[in-house]
């Protein structure tokens, strides 16, 4: 063990050793070995009892499987899942993804705040808007069709500015959602008009 399992991993693969030697039912255990020429490798261990026809225990059956491709690409995930998450929590603005059936999939918390509920699942137009039907400048079409819509807007909730960037985001499977990031504009559109008043 001391040579080709993972120094972090050595105590808690011997006392799977140690433990795997009884009646008790099917054992499994990950662990990262060594291999000759010094690469690292993840293995997944599996024993099961064997019994006779009377039941009695006769000794157990054990299998490895190699899974380090399998453990990168998860790890891989992963990390981009926290990148992306940390540059969603870290956006001073709000954003939400919609399916093509005006149906939110995602809110950011600040979104989530603004709203009062996590709307996840209700209908665009009606949680964010507060219309019962589809809003008259919608850009669903254009977004759909693979173009970046940005265009300044003032809310009929709030009745503040805000500006907005809507695109295309493609997933794994072919489906398109919209993803739209919003900022609040609101003191520059006023600093624009009081600007011009005074000129």
């Not at 891989?76 to 899942?81: F, K, P």
């Not at 996840?120 to 254009?142: M, N, P, Q, W």
């Amino acid at each position: 063990i001391e040579k080709i399992v993972h120094p972090d991993d050595r105590e808690r693969v011997s006392r799977h050793i140690r433990e795997e030697f009884g009646e008790s039912e099917i054992r499994h255990i990950d662990y990262r070995i060594f291999t000759r020429d010094g690469k690292e490798r993840w293995i997944s261990h599996y024993c099961q009892p064997v019994r006779g026809g009377d039941g009695a225990w006769l000794g157990r059956r054990c299998s490895d499987r190699d899974f380090t491709d399998r453990k990168r690409s998860e790890d891989a995930l992963r990390e981009s899942e926290a990148r992306h998450r940390a540059i969603i929590d870290s956006f001073d603005g709000l954003i939400y993804t919609c399916s093509q059936d005006y149906r939110i999939e995602f809110l950011n918390q600040r979104f989530i705040d603004r709203i009062g509920y996590d709307a996840t699942g209700r209908l665009c137009y009606k949680a964010i808007h507060g219309r019962d039907v589809v809003c008259s400048k919608c850009i669903f079409k254009e977004v759909f069709n693979g173009k970046t819509v940005r265009k300044e807007f003032r809310s009929t909730v709030d009745h503040r500015w805000y500006y907005s960037m809507s695109a295309p985001v493609y997933h794994i499977d072919g489906s398109i959602s919209k993803q739209t990031m919003i900022l609040d504009i609101t003191d520059r559109k006023e600093m624009e008009e009081a600007v011009k008043s005074g000129s």
